[in-house]
């Protein structure tokens, strides 16, 4: 079965608050910060995204194989938090992938 590695960074930024990771639109887990999870998923194709509040992150489609384990990062989008926060909160988070087989 694969797996899924989340670790968000530890950042000053929403440190005290814990974030949503949602797989396909359904929330999968909470995620605090500073905090490293391994979650078993599905293989195929699959949505990944990140949110609080009315803030998210950009979308990751991951194409998921048997033998994959796919390896995300979360940090704090790019940029001054409160201009993100005001003006692009769909770019408030930031999930990067960075694949290990």
Known sequence: MPKL???RTSEFENR???IKIELDGALVCNIKNGEHITLDISSGKQLI???IDWC???RLELDVEATSHPKIILSSGDGPGL???LFKTNEYLKLTLNDVK
């Open 56 to 58: 998210t992150s950009n």
């Open 5 to 7: 590695s989340i670790q």
């Open 83 to 85: 201009f993100r926060f």
């Open 49 to 51: 995204q990140a949110k």
């Open 16 to 18: 005290a608050r814990k």
